[in-house]
């Protein structure tokens, strides 16, 4: 009886966290119908939406090409000196916040950034300009280019061994050895990544509030945002939501259709080799590809490093607002993932007890609900109930929609750890009358510490890395560090966003290995 | 007798395992290679075959020195214990790239590819994919595309260790019955006693990375290697 209660007792608990979930969406949902679709079809809208579209297709296919140049080229050379760097510099992009790296762009390809100055070094006078598609499209790269080329190397490594054998056994050349090998790989891959791509340019908020140009480079979540925030007109905001989440609803259809990328790797990775590559054009050729996708991907990560150091440090600290905004940033990251963690045990201590499949089913769309409902509808439902928002209540949504944002990746690390765990011990705690609190305390925490630990760091460094969910409630009384960042480079104090940019950076990234899992740790995980 | 194989102060280095081969094989032989685990007989393939370059020593194949010889222009063909054929490519095209890496076919080479497969029992398979295929089915498909390759050496890195002792009589008596009609040299790694003496004519005793004993398949030693 004992141990039956405390199967049910994860059910109510995996309910409890569903309908917190369902609850949130739908009551920012509600005031979205309420002041329902003013504004309709007009030629803005088809502006906005176009653009949207377009600049999150043209990054996809440029992140692809690009990203699968680079897979191409470093899958060649299973071996060479400073390969697994290569490999974890590619996961590094997702660590680094938005804004952070919006800075480094900037700093690269701004008006009086690197770019300009290797351009007027040579008596190219003419100016680049980074602002509008240009800036969005570098920004969009940076970040998804190392994220293709990650995935498709891991699909290229996957393959048998003996596949490489047979290939130069049977002499395939350069040309047959795309065409019938490396390319199938490649293709049964893409649909995922490229739908992957996709979906994160499609909703991106901080890079295109950022580098967009003006009302010609706006795509619909900084729409909504400029709605609300300079033209206050909820109706317009309302309706723009209502296409958002159109939009998202149909990629995430489109998503669904095809597997997930996988990044795991093949197991016989040390006996993987390749046996073409052994000319001096095809090494010289990998080696350019790597070296470019190095500067290309690791300029903005020096320039935050190198602008950082040289920044007012003694002058930011002396600042209370830099004082401030770090104590709320701790704070709201810290609610945040302890949200993010509740959240994501409790949906899959009842994923794994509950055999019903609509349950299941439900479990699994609540923790993924954000895709389909991004931070600006949440927050733009609950600014509208809030009228503003004033006092404690903005904290409080911040840090539940930062949570929310967090709950798909920390279900992705712990509920395969949770499965094998709970398989493995729920006789034997049974069979001791171990239940409830006391086989929390004795069986479950321990042996999961490890994923619950990764699943709070990583909430915890996309909520101080994030703009998204803040931009419509920060202001004076409400800062943040992405927020003051935001502040100063719109004010132009760039070496006050310097420091602060660097000191989010590194505080992130650490955060973020701490809360990836290693493929050491994977295999021991899923064990 | 022409000599299919012949190794002549073979030396290789891989970490801390060195290897020394020296080893003469008359053409249309069939050798089955046996030792333990980690003894080297995968790396001896892996010389002849061209994925490893010896230190020092000579590598004579159908009499020609393979130095500098790249893997797909050797004499040789190799089938695997398992993922012989590229699982995203119909049985047709995998066998096909025996004929043509490339894939350029004429009737002639159409026809030969689909007549291989009836000889190894797979006629009207052509369209089929790898995953649609029982393990039997896929190294029969991996002996048609030597046949069509027709290399005069055969290296076979135990290709009936993934099967049921039913499929292995059946795949070996296939083997057997290719060899008598191609006259092919065989060498085949096998752990099978049994197997070995059954298909080969002659053994070869792989120990510690050097060939430890070879000769006629009637004197191979009883000892079953792990």
């Known amino acids: 009886m004992d141990a039956r209660r405390g199967i049910s007792g994860e059910r109510w608990g995996g309910a409890l966290a569903l309908a917190f979930i369902l609850g949130f969406v739908a009551l920012a949902l509600a005031p979205l119908l309420r002041f329902g679709g003013a504004g309709g079809v007009d030629p803005q809208l088809v502006g906005v939406l176009t653009f949207t579209l377009w600049q999150a297709a043209l990054s996809t296919l440029l992140s692809v090409f690009f990203g699968a140049a680079v897979a191409l080229s470093v899958a060649r050379r299973p071996h060479f000196r400073g390969r697994v760097w290569l490999l974890r510099f590619m996961a590094a992009p997702m660590g680094l916040p938005a804004l952070a790296a919006a800075f480094g762009v900037l700093a690269i390809w701004g008006r009086e950034g690197a770019f300009n100055s290797v351009l007027s070094f040579f008596g190219m006078g003419t100016k680049f300009n980074v602002y509008g598609m240009t800036g969005i499209l570098i920004a969009h790269t940076f970040f998804n280019i190392p994220l293709a080329a990650r995935l498709f190397t891991a699909a290229l490594d996957r393959f048998p061994p003996t596949y490489w054998k047979l290939a130069a056994n049977l002499g395939l050349g350069r040309i047959s050895l795309f065409r019938l090998v490396e390319g199938p790989a490649l293709m049964a891959a893409l649909p995922g990544v490229a739908g992957l791509i996709f979906m994160l340019c499609a909703t991106s908020f901080t890079l295109v509030l950022t580098l967009g140009g003006g009302p010609a480079a706006t795509t619909l979540e900084v729409a909504i945002y400029q709605a609300l925030k300079f033209d206050f007109e909820p109706g317009r905001a309302v309706f723009l939501v209502l296409v958002q989440v159109v939009l998202t609803g149909l990629v995430l259809l489109f998503l669904a259709a095809f597997p997930t990328p996988a990044e795991e790797r093949s197991p016989q990775g040390a006996q993987l080799r390749r046996f073409d590559g052994g000319s001096s054009a095809s090494k010289l050729w990998d080696g350019t590809v790597i070296l470019v996708f190095l500067l290309f991907c690791g300029a903005p990560f020096v320039a935050i490093l190198i602008d950082g150091l040289r920044a007012d440090f003694p002058h930011l600290l002396a600042d209370p607002l830099f004082w401030r905004a770090l104590a709320t940033s701790a704070g709201l990251g810290l609610s945040a993932a302890l949200l993010a963690l509740l959240l994501s045990w409790l949906i899959a201590m009842a994923r794994v007890s509950t055999g019903s499949r609509i349950f299941a089913g439900g479990l699994d769309a609540g923790g993924s609900l954000i895709l389909l409902t991004p931070p600006i509808v949440l927050s733009t439902g609950w600014f509208l109930w809030l009228k503003g928002g004033s006092g404690f209540a903005p904290y409080l949504l911040v840090a539940i929609i930062n949570a929310l944002m967090a709950l798909p990746f920390a279900l992705r690390v712990l509920q395969p750890a949770v499965r094998s765990h709970v398989e493995r011990t729920r006789r034997l705690s049974e069979s001791l009358g171990l239940t409830g609190l006391q086989r929390l305390r004795i069986i479950d925490a321990p042996a999961l510490s490890r994923p619950l630990l990764m699943a709070f760091f990583f909430a915890l460094s996309l909520s101080l890395g994030d703009l998204g969910a803040v931009a419509l409630f920060g202001g004076e009384g409400f800062v943040t560090l992405p927020w003051l960042i935001y502040a100063r480079l719109g004010s132009y104090r760039t070496t006050d966003a310097a420091a602060l940019t660097l000191i989010l950076a590194v505080v992130c990234m650490v955060f973020a290995v701490l809360g990836t899992p290693s493929e050491r740790r994977q295999e021991e995980a899923g064990r | ?226």
């Open chain 2, 1 to 226: 007798m022409t000599r299919a194989i012949e190794l002549s102060g073979v030396g290789l280095t891989l970490g801390s395992h060195r290897f020394g081969f020296d080893l003469a094989v008359p053409a249309g032989v069939f050798v089955a290679v046996t030792g333990p685990s980690g003894s080297g007989k995968s790396t001896l393939f892996n010389i002849l075959a061209g994925f490893e370059t010896p230190d020092v020593g000579r590598v004579l194949l159908n009499g020609e020195d393979m130095a500098g010889v790249p893997a797909g222009k050797r004499p040789v063909s190799l089938v695997f214990q398992d993922n012989n054929l590229f699982a995203h490519l119909d049985i047709f095209t995998n066998v096909a790239l025996g004929v043509s890496p490339s894939l350029s076919l004429d009737g002639a080479a159409r026809a030969s590819v689909s007549d291989a497969l009836s000889r190894v029992g797979l006629g009207g398979f052509e369209k089929r994919m790898p995953a649609t295929l029982s393990g039997g089915e896929k190294q029969r498909a991996a002996f048609a595309r030597a046949l069509v390759r027709k290399r005069p050496i055969m290296l076979l890195d135990e290709p009936f260790a993934a099967l049921d002792p039913e499929l292995r009589h059946q795949m070996g008596a296939l083997l057997a019955a290719l060899h008598r009609d191609e006259g092919f040299t065989v060498l085949m790694i096998t752990h099978d006693p049994d197997e070995a003496r059954r298909l080969a004519d002659r053994f070869v005793l792989i120990e510690g990375g050097h060939v430890a004993r070879e000769g006629a398949i009637a004197d191979l030693p009883p000892v079953r290697h792990p």
